[in-house]
């Protein structure tokens, strides 16, 4: 994906050349973000791989330490790791030697941020987790710094300058720490083994917690399921339809198993060959194998469904371990706030 980015900022590059200065100005920095990220990946990871099995045996929130701009992109990816299945919080760097320290216990894995290697504030603290024996993982921009030297796991940015036009202003290289802050998060998420329906479960609110909501509490069912036998006329079939409101009519056994189902799409193809509505039957009419969920599944189940079909579903049956039809959910059910 990163690289595809790249190669779309190559291609505009040659559009540059008679764009207002402004346009040029932005550009710009895009293009120096891009080459340094593109730096870094040219550069040999082998090390990540430790530092990623670190990262992911933890059993203790990792601290993320930073302070200034790097703190503000600390903050950010100790937001990504919780969200990807691994505990973490932001420390900010000033703040912990003012008490926020105690929040660090023994052997805390600590990923810090510092573009220069020497800020001050995570240099006055440093003996004190080291005291702690705590693992420390530096995401920083020059090999020779004081920091650099002592961390545990060293992850170099080595950038060669900052994106703004008098190259001072943090830009580029905290672009790359907050790729590589994401790219370390995701890489131990994989490794724990986190998966999607972890995902929604760690966000309960919004749309992706609606994600979450089992189907059997937005399914209709009972007395309200539109249902016939395949021995029912068409005709009879219709007034089902019409009087579900659904759009659709489940086809089942006497057993309540679902045999089939009947949309308003199946109902006007059959007018349109001029069929008889009271001699044919509902199993000339049905489809067979339609797509179902299962009654435990959730909406997020069903979405994955209904991109998988390949084609518009208006309606999802809702069957149980045995086939037993339990109920049917509308599409436009499942966003609807």
């Known amino acids: 994906m990163l690289n595809a980015a790249i190669s779309a900022f190559d291609r505009a590059d040659t559009a540059a050349a008679h764009e207002d200065p402004r346009?040029?100005?932005?550009?710009?920095v895009l293009a120096a973000e891009r080459d340094a990220l593109s730096h870094f990946l040219g550069a040999d990871h082998a090390a990540m791989a430790a530092v990623v099995a670190l990262l992911a045996a933890q059993q203790r929130p990792v601290v993320c330490l930073g302070i200034g701009k790097s703190g503000l992109v600390a903050a950010k990816v100790a937001a990504t790791f919780s969200s990807l299945g691994t505990a973490?919080?932001?420390?900010?760097?000033a703040e912990a030697a003012h008490g926020d320290l105690g929040a660090v216990q023994t052997e805390n894995v600590v990923l810090l941020f510092s573009?220069?290697?020497?800020t001050e504030e995570i240099m006055r603290i440093l003996p004190i987790l080291k005291a702690r024996k705590c693992p420390l993982i530096g995401v920083i921009g020059r090999a020779r710094s004081p920091l650099a030297q002592v961390v545990d796991h060293l992850v170099l940015m080595d950038i060669e300058g900052e994106a703004d036009h008098i190259g001072m202003a943090p830009t580029s290289s905290t672009t790359l720490q907050m790729a590589i802050g994401d790219a370390l998060a995701v890489a131990a998420s994989r490794a724990r083994g986190f998966t999607r329906?972890?995902?929604?479960?760690?966000?309960?609110?919004?749309?992706l917690g609606r994600h979450m909501i089992p189907v059997r509490h937005l399914m209709r069912k009972g007395a309200d399921l539109p249902i016939v036998s395949p021995d029912a006329s068409v005709a009879e079939m219709i007034a089902v339809i019409s009087a579900g409101c659904m759009g659709a009519v489940c086809v089942v056994d006497q057993d309540n198993r679902l045999l089939g189902l009947v949309?308003?799409?199946?109902?006007r193809r059959l007018i349109e060959a001029r069929r008889d509505l009271y001699a044919a039957?509902?199993?000339d009419v049905m489809k067979t194998g339609p797509v179902v969920i299962g009654e435990d599944?959730?909406?997020?189940?069903?979405?994955?469904?209904?991109?998988?079909?390949?084609?518009?579903?208006?309606?999802?049956?809702?069957?149980?371990?045995e086939g037993r039809l339990s109920g049917m959910i509308q599409s436009y059910e499942l966003l609807r706030p």
Not at 88 to 93: K, M, Q, T, V, W
Not at 115 to 118: K, T
Not at 197 to 207: C, I, T
Not at 263 to 267: A, I, M, S
Request: proline share 5%; hydrophobic share 45%.
């Open 23 to 28: 346009t040029q100005w932005f550009r710009e």
């Open 88 to 93: 973490a919080f932001f420390l900010n760097a």
């Open 115 to 118: 573009n220069s290697g020497s």
């Open 197 to 207: 329906e972890d995902f929604l479960r760690h966000h309960p609110a919004g749309l």
């Open 263 to 267: 949309v308003d799409g199946d109902v």
């Open 281 to 283: 039957r509902t199993a």
């Open 297 to 321: 599944g959730v909406v997020a189940d069903v979405l994955l469904l209904l991109q998988e079909a390949g084609r518009p579903l208006s309606v999802v049956p809702v069957v149980d371990g």
